[in-house]
């Protein structure tokens, strides 16, 4: 299987998982799929086989994450460029999975956290931190602590 096709096959696996925390964020199978970590582990399995791939075959001369410079080499590498890429796709699915259940647990109306949702899909930290902010500005306090 090509290096290009794994690539597209990652980018679309995780569309159903974000369309089913967009449109039925409290359907059992959301639950299921999503909120249970099911999605997460899967694309932890195939992060983790392209780490040991990586490890084992190894990268370009000179690869590393000591410097900017040995980073750049690495992920001059196809494989690497696609395990980082899968890596991004498992933690923005977790947050945006997080944020949807966050926003249930304290109050916040599904509608208003879409917004948020979506760039957490596009642009991870930045849809994070705009959840954060409407979080803070909804619950008039600055704590991830969940109340007892």
Do not use: C, K, S
């Given at each position: 299987m090509s290096i290009d096709l794994i690539f597209s096959l990652a980018n679309y696996s995780v569309m159903p998982?974000?369309?089913?925390?967009?449109?039925?964020?409290?359907?059992?199978?959301?639950?299921?799929l999503v909120h249970s970590g099911v999605a997460?582990?899967?694309l932890g399995l195939t992060y983790t086989g392209f780490m040991v791939n990586g490890m084992i075959v190894g990268g370009p001369e000179g690869a590393g994450m000591g410097s900017l410079q040995a980073l750049m080499i690495g992920f001059s590498d196809?494989?690497?460029?696609?395990t980082g890429w899968v890596h991004y796709l498992a933690f923005d699915l977790f947050v945006g999975a997080w944020t949807?259940?966050?926003?249930?647990?304290?109050?916040i109306p599904h509608l208003a956290i879409i917004i948020p949702v979506l760039l957490t899909f596009a642009a991870g930290p930045l849809?994070?931190?705009?959840?954060?902010?409407?979080r803070y500005f909804w619950k008039q306090r600055f704590t991830l602590v969940e109340e007892a």
């Open positions: 998982f974000w369309a089913l925390l967009i449109f039925v964020p409290r359907a059992r199978i959301t639950e299921i997460p582990l899967l196809p494989q690497a460029v696609v949807v259940r966050d926003a249930q647990r304290v109050g849809g994070l931190m705009i959840y954060l902010v409407m």
